[in-house]
């Protein structure tokens, strides 16, 4: 690698001075590097080049001696020589500015990009400092919204074409457009047609002045008042590294970082728009105790005193598994840590589960062999058994379209559904529970029963033992169970030992809970309760004997009255557990709910006791995304009234038992994880602060992980909301905004952690049911806006939530005999029905409904049943 | 000898007792404050009595002592506060911490913040120290109100700003590309200086009219409209 | 319900088979769908924008982008005035003021009876009758005042249908082509193309061929 890269340098001068740069790198790029500043405005590091705005122009020495050549299409050749600061240089960005700036408005105090602004600060630096024209400037409608989330002010477009360039190349819907020509060119969608795309947030980053600006930001700060730190978004489980930007103890936006190995500086807007849910006047700030139908206020020594009487009767039953407890995707892994401390090592209850039935088994998630995201998109080839990402994963599905789009990797997709990777992938197969089993059997074989699959695959060079294929594993239609996803993947394994999975659900720290104990039979470590360490034994004195019971078993339970206490810490299985009607009876049944939230949710709304948490940007505390990569996540506000990070409620109910969990504060957490448990060993809350991992460190920390490279410096015109209050001044050079720290070994303590196999997890298949008569297939996924907490507390993202309807194909509609916009009612298994509206949809397969969870919360009615492999629904017209 | 000594050191003593007396009667008797005396400050307003203030908050940001707290929001379409897309919706100055340092009437982009020459105003509570737009803002006449706490002499409010140019004044088409003073507080009154032509005179720039014809040509093109 | 006719809907699926990237019928479309209608309405867009696989705001780019191409509703008649050099000399500029007033319209604009459309239009290489008008790409000139009023007489009470057709059925995109070649064979000529290239090349200069 390292001797490639000296072959491929060449060497050339800037402004006299000689550099050495990577052949064919970009001029443009090439001298930032070198500490010489080009000033640009439609080039950014993330996109194809298209060199429209003139801005970049340096002279180039050619045959007829030097000539302005604009730096952003020029790629570096051996010898070539460049002045970037001259007379002629100078006078085109005079006449760059003062030509931008004949039909720019001079608004900027009104303006949200004044004082963030790269052509403010470019023509401060660079401009001729005043203009000639002195005519009648263009003039459009002042800002129309183009979505709920976006304004659209096209006075001050310059034309730079990021945004749709962004639109169409990255985010692959070009719903924006350059209309007209010339001196009227605009940037506008289509008559009548929003700017629906879920990453339309970027365009707003990126655009360099303030042409596009943000709803749930307009008019709300100004750069000056803000201040800044970095995080790891936690709405989905990419774990998008973020700025978090505040402004008067109020979070006012986030901005995507650019992190080569997560986000590339992308951000999907259900991420950047959600901070306003923490903004929101709706949250729990006090502790509340139920009396009769209402909630009363009361203190925290008196709840906590509360819960320790609780959990001391439950447990004199004999039975410390009558209590659980159900943790949300809202924790870090300080807070996972510190509950499943509380449950396993204190209170000797295995019942912990993080997944409401929409997830995977710890013990499978921990058998996989695991991928990176960097190793997903660029494997040989890619088999996605998933839900559609771009629905729940929106930045990973940006990272794969973008690998796809360059030919780094090719994608099969095998599902039951249609989704938005169809369209990247070579070959989508439709399975049933039966083709899925053969297809895991001999997906490489040549007597594979899906001959264009293998054919991809093998004209990829993806071995006969799966060598170069990544799976992303997922839950692909919720209508299956997850032990047929859990038999296929192990299956999968089996026959392709080599392959590697990157799970993709949803659940934002799921990862983390899988590896901390968060889930049934597993402890810190992935470790069983078997295999625990004799340091892990020593610090958590009291651990179940037996394993305990997972969400479904725990509703179960308390259906039969044998769960006496349950702990809700920010998990809503009212809402979020897939069979909502199991969750809703059990939850009716248990002895005493307590719900550690940060909104009335259904769940704690119902619940006996409720405790106030600290939401995102409140606490401090590390993050694991979905390929186990561990970030670190920062405080920037003060949480309102008495709401307390998890950890500490669950230290707080340990001293209530007279025990003491051992920890101060959520670095302590994290030594802590790094001692008990093998997976994390050579973490500490140091080593992620440094530079070289600000972009996480992959657990297991091996060697590879800690090579990352140095973050590279900020380009402030790529990213000017971040760099202008980095800086709180003018554009300099180079704005160094991490140093290239290196990263220390990881010391001596390191060992290879224990990787459980997949040889010690059986694949079981269910039996599938037979269809029965007269129903249909149900396809249940998700969309990016369901209805949850966080987004219904988002006064923008909340007009967003998708509407409960019901789709189905043509062929299928007209043998039901009802048409587009009719009612259908759909009745589940156990008969609890629902009307939807139809919509007609040809990408659904035939016989099969599509049904969107989260857009709908009938009482009685659950589609998905836990207790069926399969789920079928019957449809007939209201 | 040594008296006369005695006497010289006394000399310039001596010599004052003939000069006329600085000591005031403050606070029945007041001298006249210097031209550009920085006193309480005032928002003011524009002839048509919409509020110059946008909310852009560059006062917030130059003001060394931190004493000025701004949030802008979007004008109500069908009653805007002031002209444009954004509103001052949050005005505060802390009067404890004010140095009266006039950096905030040089950054204000719309000379909606001045200064009056009010220096006499005193608080019983620390909160009453923090003047809102409701103090603030001038009234409707474009003199500033006069608080009961405030000790107004005559020429408080007078010759406290430069000259300045309405930006785009909301509503009423009398008062389009009008070149005016702010000189006093709230409205324009003083004619421009040499060199500042009121577009609406009978000098007006020739320039206008080419701009003007190239807009109706714009318009025409256009079908008369906007898209 | 499909916005092109049947007849219409056919040819157009034609048209996007004829290119190798379904995206370059794009601009034939829009002339297709304008002969139909007069202008390319929303509606049509969309249809163009699914038959083509983009989104529609990309339609609307490109067509917003060409003056032949309309997306608002124009006359029966549209009528174009060169002020083009040529033109303006012979006093282009004071037919479209006169055509201006007669029409009672500004450039852009259309009759309230829905009959004209005025534009300004650039060379339309008809410099040797300048100054000259064009009405639904049929060319009329030298044009008087007289005679511009006398023209707009004509087209008022239809003396002229014979020569000038109603508007948009005068971009004639539909053509025949060969079916298309198959982009590997296209390939494979290439290639064989470019080898044969290098054997030549590697023959004239057998230093620098191993090199290449």
């Known amino acids: 690698m390292s001797t490639d890269e000296s072959q491929n340098l060449v060497t050339l001068s800037i402004d006299g001075r000689e550099i050495k740069a990577k052949g064919g790198e970009l ?125 659209l002010d096209r006075e001050r477009c310059i034309q730079c074409d ?343 659900l949803r659940g934002s720290n799921f990862s983390g809970a899988v590896d901390l104990g968060g889930v049934p039979r597993l402890l810190p470590g992935r470790s069983s309760l078997e295999t625990a360490t004799p340091v892990l034994r020593q610090k958590w004195a009291n651990l179940p004997a037996q394993g305990g019971r997972g969400a479904k078993e725990m509703f179960n339970a308390a259906l039969r009255g044998e769960l006496d206490l349950l702990f809700l810490v920010g998990s809503d299985p009212r809402q979020d557990y897939l069979d909502s009607e199991l969750a809703n009876s059990a939850l009716d049944n248990v002895g005493f709910v307590v719900s550690v939230d940060t909104y009335l949710s259904r769940s704690s709304s119902s619940a006996d006791l409720v405790l106030p948490a600290a939401a995102f940007a409140e606490k401090a505390g590390t993050t694991t995304n979905l390929e186990g990569r561990v970030f670190t996540v920062n405080q920037k506000v003060t949480s309102p009234g008495l709401c307390r990070p998890d950890w500490t409620i669950a230290s707080e109910i340990a001293l209530e038992l007279e025990e003491d969990l051992g920890f101060g504060s959520a670095e302590d957490i994290l030594d802590e994880i790094a001692e008990v448990s093998p997976l994390h060993w050579g973490l500490s809350w140091h080593r992620l602060t440094k530079s070289a991992a600000l972009d996480g460190v992959v657990v297991p920390i091996t060697a590879t992980a800690l090579s990352i490279r140095p973050r590279a410096m900020l380009d402030q015109i790529s990213t000017p909301g971040i760099a202008s209050v980095w800086n709180q001044g003018l554009p300099s050079s180079k704005t160094s905004y991490f140093d290239d720290g290196t990263i220390e070994e990881p010391g001596s303590a390191s060992q290879p952690p224990a990787q459980a196999s997949v040889a010690s997890v059986e694949p079981i298949w269910p039996v599938a049911p037979v269809q029965p008569l007269g129903t249909m297939r149900l396809g249940y996924s998700r969309k990016l806006y369901g209805q949850g907490e966080h987004l219904m507390n988002s006064p923008h993202l909340s007009k967003l939530i998708v509407e409960a309807k019901c789709r189905i194909s043509s062929k299928t509609a007209k043998e039901l005999g009802a048409e587009m916009g009719d009612s259908l009612r759909v009745a589940d298994k156990a008969g609890g029905e629902s009307l939807f509206e139809l919509e007609i949809d040809d990408s659904v397969g035939d016989g099969i409904v599509e049904l969107i969870r989260g857009s709908f919360s009938n009482p009685g009615f659950s589609p998905v049943r836990s207790d069926e492999a399969v789920n079928y629904v019957k449809v007939e017209r209201a | 000898m040594a008296v006369f000594d005695a006497l010289g050191g006394f000399k310039v003593t001596i010599g004052q007792v003939f000069q006329p007396r600085v000591t005031k009667q403050y606070p029945e008797e007041k001298r006249k404050k210097p031209p550009r005396f920085h006193g309480r400050h005032v928002l003011n307003r524009y002839e048509d009595g919409s509020e110059k203030c946008i909310g852009c908050e560059l006062c917030a940001g130059v003001c060394p002592a931190g004493c000025i707290y701004v949030r802008g929001k979007d004008n109500p379409p069908d009653a805007p506060v002031s002209p444009g897309e954004r509103y001052g919706y949050v005005y505060e100055i802390n009067f404890l911490r004010c140095i009266h340092c006039d950096l905030c009437v040089e950054a204000c982009p719309t000379e909606a913040i001045t200064e009056t020459k009010v220096l006499e105003f005193s608080f019983t509570s620390r909160r009453d120290a923090i003047y809102t737009k409701k103090e603030l803002v001038v009234n409707n006449d474009g003199t500033p109100k006069r608080l009961p706490w405030e000790d107004w002499r005559v020429g408080d409010d007078e010759f406290t700003s430069g000259w300045m140019r309405a930006t785009s004044p909301q509503g009423s088409k009398d008062f389009e590309g009008r070149t005016h003073w702010s000189g006093e507080l709230g409205e324009g009154v003083r004619k421009p200086e040499a060199g500042q032509s009121d577009l609406k005179s009978e000098d007006a720039s020739p320039r206008y009219m080419i701009r003007k014809v190239e807009a109706d040509r714009i318009s025409k093109r256009h079908g008369g409209k906007v898209r | 319900m499909s916005f092109f006719n049947p007849e219409n809907l056919e040819k157009a699926q034609i048209l996007v088979g004829l290119y190798p990237d379904k995206r370059s019928a794009l601009i034939p479309l829009c002339h297709l769908a304008q002969s139909q209608h007069g202008h390319l309405s929303n509606e049509a867009m969309v249809e163009i924008a699914e038959l083509v696989g983009v989104q529609p705001a990309e339609v609307y780019g490109t067509a917003s982008f060409y003056d032949m191409l309309h997306t608002e509703e124009v006359g029966k008649y549209l009528v174009g005035v060169c002020t083009n050099v040529a033109c303006l000399l012979s006093g282009g500029q004071e037919l479209l003021e006169h055509a201006s007033d007669v029409l009672g319209i500004p450039p852009g604009a259309t009759t309230e009876d829905g009959k004209f459309t005025l534009e300004e239009v650039e060379c339309v290489a008809h410099c040797d009758k300048a100054p000259c008008a064009q009405v639904n790409y049929r060319y009329f000139g030298p044009l008087t005042n007289g005679d511009f009023d006398q023209l707009v007489d004509d087209l008022k009470s239809d003396r002229l249908s014979d020569s000038v057709p109603p508007h948009g059925v005068l971009s004639r995109v539909f053509r025949d082509a060969p079916p298309m070649v198959p982009l590997e064979i296209i390939h494979q000529e290439r290639r064989v193309m470019d080898e044969a290239k290098k054997a030549r090349l590697a023959a004239q200069n057998p230093d620098a061929g191993g090199k290449q």
């Open chain 1, 162 to 504: 990021r945004c749709t360039r962004f639109a169409d190349v990255v985010a692959g819907d070009a719903l924006i457009e350059f209309i007209g020509r010339g001196d009227h060119t605009e940037v506008n969608v289509f008559p009548d047609r929003p700017f629906s795309s879920y990453f339309s947030g970027n365009t707003v980053q990126i655009c360099p002045v303030g042409a596009l600006t943000a709803a749930p930001y307009r008019f709300k700060a100004r750069p000056w008042d803000l201040s800044q730190v970095e995080s790891s978004c936690m709405a989905c489980s990419m774990g998008c590294r973020i700025m978090v930007q505040s402004s008067q103890n109020g979070l006012t936006r986030y901005l995507g970082l650019d992190s080569d190995s997560v986000n590339h500086g992308w951000l999907c807007d259900k991420g950047r728009f959600g901070f306003e849910a923490i903004n929101s006047a709706d949250r729990v700030t006090s502790p509340m105790i139920r009396k009769g139908d209402s909630f009363v206020e009361t203190s925290w020594a008196s709840a906590l005193s509360l819960i320790g009487s609780k959990i001391v009767d439950a447990k004199a039953s004999g039975d410390p598994s009558r209590i659980g407890i159900m943790l949300g995707s809202r924790l870090t892994n300080e807070d996972i840590y510190a509950w499943v401390k509380l449950a396993k090592g204190v209170i000797g209850t295995d019942s912990v589960d993080s997944q409401l039935g929409d997830g995977l088994r710890g013990e499978v998630i921990a058998a996989l062999p695991r991928a990176t995201v960097n190793e997903a998109v660029s494997a040989k080839a890619v088999l996605a058994f998933t839900g559609d990402i771009k629905e729940e994963i929106p930045v990973l599905f940006l990272r794969l379209r973008e690998a796809i789009r360059n030919g780094r990797t090719k994608l099969v997709t095998v599902g039951t559904r249609s989704s938005s990777l169809d369209k990247l992938s070579e070959v989508s197969a439709r399975v049933t529970p039966d083709q899925a089993r053969l297809l895991a059997m001999e997906v490489t074989k040549d007597s594979s029963k899906f001959p264009e699959i293998s054919a991809v695959l093998s004209k990829q060079g993806v071995g006969a033992d799966g060598e170069g294929l990544v799976v992303l594993l997922g839950r692909e239609n919720l209508a299956w169970d997850q032990s047929i996803v859990e038999a296929f993947a192990l299956e999968l394994s089996r026959s392709l030992p080599k392959a590697k999975f990157l799970i993709t």
């Open chain 1, 27 to 151: 001029l443009i790029e090439a001298a930032e590097k070198s500490g010489v500043f080009i000033p640009r405005f439609c080039y950014h590091n993330r996109l194809p080049q298209v060199g429209v705005c003139r801005m970049c122009l340096v002279e180039v020495k050619g045959p007829r001696g030097f000539s302005l050549q604009p730096s952003c299409y020029l790629p570096v050749s051996e010898g070539m020589e460049v002045i970037t600061q001259s007379e002629k240089v100078k006078k085109a960005q005079d006449g760059v500015l003062e030509f931008l700036l004949i039909n720019h408005p001079l608004d900027c105090p009104t303006c949200d990009k004044g004082g963030e602004c790269p052509l403010q600060d470019q023509t401060l630096t660079y401009g001729p400092g005043e203009s000639r024209f002195a005519e009648e400037k263009r003039h459009w409608e002042k800002p129309i919204a183009i979505s709920e989330l976006v304004f």
